[in-house]
């Protein structure tokens, strides 16, 4: 379940990103391009985002 909210949010910041490129760029206002930038940020931190190593189980030898 945990991984199909992460996608969702994922896709979401990559459309909101794009919308606000275009949105920006269409009508010159800077501030949308700027805020683009984040969204698109985010997305690239969550799609390389690493989790901790966990520890192997040992197994006893019987």
């Known amino acids: ?3 199909v909210k992460r996608v969702i949010l ?5 459309m909101g ?3 606000c490129y275009q949105a920006g760029f269409a009508t010159g206002i ?3 391009v700027i ?3 984040l969204l698109e940020l985010g997305f690239w931190v ?3 985002k690493w ?3 966990r520890p192997l189980k040992q197994v006893s030898k019987q």
Do not use: D
């Open 30 to 32: 800077f501030v949308l």
């Open 46 to 48: 969550g799609i390389f």
């Open 17 to 19: 990103a794009l919308l």
């Open 1 to 3: 379940m945990f991984n």
């Open 10 to 14: 994922l896709i979401a910041l990559l």
């Open 51 to 53: 989790e901790k190593a």
């Open 35 to 37: 805020v683009g930038m």
